[in-house]
């Protein structure tokens, strides 16, 4: 059997570009599944809180890479809704800390799980065993490149 030249290897602009458009594409799939009325950059402070525990806005700003004034906003609203408080700083008297309620606690853990659930459905549903060990050796590879 003649062995020809290797194939060539995919170009990273290539790989790039149909790596965002996946992602959108399953981010989509996960928010259908866990829509429930709050905006990305609401649930994105409900669970950087989550993961991090309280935290002051300027922390979260630079977690989330936005603008100090974009978090307090958000933060507002979120206590309108119940899901954070404020809470004076342990060392620091000028500062507040924001951290989950209980019912902000609890709508994270529906979301996670609704989320999870269904990628984890169309994970069973579509995939091979064979590619879905693929699929999770290619997940610490995704994490490296999200990583700051």
């Known amino acids: ?32 599944a866990a829509s429930g009325g709050l905006s990305l950059s609401q649930m994105s402070v409900l669970k950087r809180l989550d993961r991090l525990g309280p935290s002051t806005a300027s922390d979260l700003a630079r977690a989330e890479k936005i603008r100090p004034q974009s978090v307090i906003a958000t933060v507002n609203a979120l206590q309108a809704d ?10 620091d008297g000028r500062r ?28 069973a549903e579509r995939l091979t065993p064979a590619e879905q060990s693929l699929l999770a050796e290619a997940v610490p590879l995704l994490r490296r490149l999200a990583e700051d």
């Open 96 to 123: 507040l800390l924001i951290s989950l309620t209980p019912e902000g606690q609890a709508l994270v853990n529906e979301r996670r799980k609704a989320g999870h659930g269904r990628i984890a459905e169309l994970i």
């Open 1 to 32: 059997m003649p062995v020809g030249p290797e194939p060539a290897a995919p170009q990273p602009r290539d790989t790039a570009e149909e790596l965002q458009h996946t992602i959108g594409m399953l981010v989509r799939q996960m928010r259908g």
């Open 82 to 91: 119940g899901y954070v408080t404020r809470i004076p700083h342990p060392t």
